[in-house]
Each structure stands twice: as C-alpha cells, then as structure tokens.
C-alpha cells in the first residue's frame, strides 16, 4: 500500500451536492430579487470546490439525481478537476437537493425555516426524500477512499438512513486504509427524527474521527444527552479530545476560531473585519482553507489563518461554491490580515 502522504487525492469530500439558486440582488426580500444565478452547493460541495480552487486533489462520493441538474452537478465539478468517480446517479426518481437565497441583509440571509407565525426569509430549502440522502452502502467507492490521504464527511449525511449507514461504512473503510476522518458537525435540524437522536448518533461518529469542526450550535447538538446546557468551547473541545478525537477546530464567527490538539495545545485566531453581504458559505470556505494548511503541512496557525482569510471573502460575494477564493487571493488576504489574525 502506498505512503498516505503519496496518494493521488489529497482530500476526499463526503454528503450532498445539490444547486444553488443564488439571488443577484441583495438587500430585498424574495419578491423583489429579478434573477437568480445557478451553482453547485451543500456544504459538502461547497468545501470540494473551495479546495479544488486552492489547488488540492480533491474528489466527492455522494449521489445525485438522474436529471438535468444531476448531470449539471458532475459536469461542474469535473470542470474544477474534482474526481467524481465516487458519485453515483440515482434511478429511483429522487430530486436534487435544491437551495434558494434571500439576502435581505447579512444577518438574515442564513436562517433556515423554524417555526412560528411570521413569514421566514432566509434561505430556502428543499430537502425532502433527496437524492444525495439515498447514497448507500453499496453505493460507496472503496477505491478512491483507499486512494485518498483524507476524507471529510458532512454530519447532515448521517441523519437519515440510508446515507447514514453509507457514512459509517467511509469511515470504517478510511480507518482500514489508514485515511485521514474529518468531520464537519454541518449540523441541520430537518431530517433528523429528534435532539436525542442527533446527539447519540454523533457521539457515535465522533469516535471514528481524526478532526472535527464545529460551530456552538453545533457542539450543543452533539452534547444534548452528555452535557447538556453546556456553553464552554473547552469544556466541549476536551469531551471530544477524550473521546479520541486528534484535533478539534471550534468556529466562532466575529471571535474567530480555535484549534485543540490532543497533545494539549490551544491554538487561537482573530477574525478579519469584513462588510459581509451574506453569512452562508464561510465556514465551508475556512475548512477548505484549513484543510489546506494541514494536507500541505503548514503549521496549523497559518491553516488557521488561510481559512480565516478564505471565509472573510466568501462573505463578501452573494453565491458560494463558485465563489469560493483561488490560493493566490486567499494568501494574499491573509498575508495583509495576519496581525490582525494574531491573538
């Protein structure tokens, strides 16, 4: 078997890959937006493109619909290089996962549907019996995990089965290989049956896992039965530090992020002033930013940096994974910002 370092995919991408429907007006409410763009999204996708666009092999194992935005969805990714021999095509008639912006205003424009009397603005999704949540065991290239030194797998895949099988198949196949597991907690209320569910299925996860990110959200979901109203990032990074995990990366929005290593240190990095136009789409770009660093053996401080800078300037543009920065634009952000960076 080859050196991992040796392998011909540097980072493996692992959930759904669905459409964007971009708004091309912010600031008004859906009555009001004229056009709409297309793109390749789901945090997932929006990862793989970000790191195909600094410059990482990088591949996806997924599923998508037997239709016109299935075939729109490989033909965008090939087109970024993106090894997509790990993506099978539906037959049983099952849609695309599909997302429609709003961008009222930056701090509006990632909520998702809760409830309640008002009329939600936000983002709008259509997630309901998708293809990519059918992704099987069988469906799973066990080829390309074998040829890849890391993979990241989308915590939204493992809420309903059977993408959830699916995803403890890749992991018990990358632990095999001796592949890198990274998971990004990409937590989503819609899909799963309850809280208690959520947390037990996680904790599940988290043990077969090398890295995680997350946000609070989304360690409030993991720790729901284990520590339950807990609020303290290092409390939350040491329960999984605990567990096995080698490095947790707390995401933090406007306080920047965190990193815990399982050899004690803390790592921490300041965030870049930044006019947002919208929020969605930044953390996706700081963990191809990130995962960057680390497959290309930065130092994690400029990892964590190189993620910083790329989520700054995804919040700047109105789409996501077609506006995800090149390694020169994102270096040379970071390069001006890293005093700033500093703690």
């Known amino acids: 078997m080859k050196n991992v370092q040796d392998r011909r995919i540097e980072l493996l991408l692992s959930g759904r890959a669905g459409i964007d429907l971009n708004t091309t007006k912010a600031g008004c409410t859906f009555a009001d937006i004229p056009a709409f763009t297309k793109s390749v999204g789901g945090s997932p996708a929006n990862i793989v493109q970000g790191a195909a666009r600094l410059g990482l092999k990088t591949g996806f194992l997924g599923k998508v619909a037997h239709d016109g935005m299935g075939e729109y969805i490989l033909s965008a990714l090939q087109t970024q290089n993106i090894e997509t021999k790990g993506i099978v095509v539906d037959k049983t008639g099952a849609r695309n996962c599909i997302a429609v912006t709003e961008i009222i205003s930056a701090e509006e424009s ?22 990519d949540m059918l992704y099987s065991p069988a469906d799973v290239n066990r080829d390309l995990i074998a040829a890849s030194q890391s993979v990241m797998l989308s915590g939204t895949a493992f809420s309903q089965s059977p993408s ?10 990358a632990r095999d290989f001796g592949t890198m597991t990274v998971l990004d907690i990409d937590y989503r209320p819609f899909g799963w049956v309850s809280k208690n569910e959520t947390a037990r299925c996680y904790q599940q996860v988290i043990t077969q896992c090398d890295i995680v990110i997350g946000n609070r959200e989304e360690f409030d979901a993991v720790e729901y039965l284990t520590m339950p109203g807990n609020k303290d990032n290092t409390k939350s990074a040491q329960a999984l530090l605990n567990a096995g995990v080698k490095l947790v990366i707390v995401k933090d929005g406007a306080n920047g992020s965190a990193a815990y290593t399982s050899d004690g240190k803390v790592l921490r990095c300041g965030s870049i002033p930044t006019a947002a136009v919208k929020t969605f789409g930044s953390g996706d770009a700081y963990a191809a930013g990130l995962m960057y660093g680390i497959l290309r053996k930065h130092n994690l401080a400029y990892a964590m940096q190189l993620g910083t800078a790329c989520a700054s300037l995804a919040l700047k543009t109105i789409s996501c994974g077609d506006a995800m920065p090149n390694l020169q634009a994102a270096e040379q952000h970071r390069a001006q910002h890293e005093k700033e960076m500093m703690p």
């Not at 549907?113 to 293809?131: C, E, N, P, S, V």
């Not at 959830?164 to 196949?173: D, H, N, P, V, Y």
């Open 110 to 131: 990632g909520g998702y549907a809760t409830g309640g009397d008002a009329f939600h603005h936000g983002t709008y999704l259509y997630r309901q019996g998708t293809a």
């Open 164 to 173: 959830r099988e699916a995803m403890f198949t890749i992991l018990q196949l």
